[in-house]
């Protein structure tokens, strides 16, 4: 599975982005589509994830202004962020977990990471 993201930039703080992933190949069933982020010194952490039995979360720091979608037959996921501040900066990264055809075994899979800077 490949991981394709796009939409990082530079934005005020304040301002809004909207970050989308979408995912390519084969012989795989995609079982969550998240998205995680890294700033520098930091470790990397989950932003925000869905699941294919409907259910979502998001981490604390972004409840309420952050917001995941997915489209599990089409393999896309976005996140709508509103209200972006400083501390929003980081490089975001697209994540899935799915499992081969006829495997229970789930497999992580991330794109390249795409950058989010917030200016004060």
């Known amino acids: 599975v490949q991981l394709q993201a796009s939409g990082g930039g530079l934005v005020q703080a304040g301002g809004s982005l909207r970050l989308s992933c979408a995912a390519s190949g084969t012989g795989f069933t995609i079982r969550a589509m998240a998205w995680y982020r890294q700033a520098p010194g930091n470790e990397r952490e989950l932003v925000a994830e869905f699941t294919g039995d409907g259910r979502s979360r998001y981490a604390e720091s972004v409840e309420g202004r952050f917001f995941i979608s997915t489209d599990f037959a089409k393999k896309t996921v976005n996140l709508q962020m509103n209200s972006l501040k400083p501390e929003d900066t980081a490089v975001y990264y697209c994540?899935?977990?799915?499992?081969?055809?006829?495997?229970?075994?789930?497999?992580?899979?991330w794109g390249q990471g795409t950058l989010v800077t917030v200016s004060s």
């Open positions: 994540n899935t977990r799915a499992t081969r055809w006829g495997r229970s075994y789930q497999h992580d899979f």
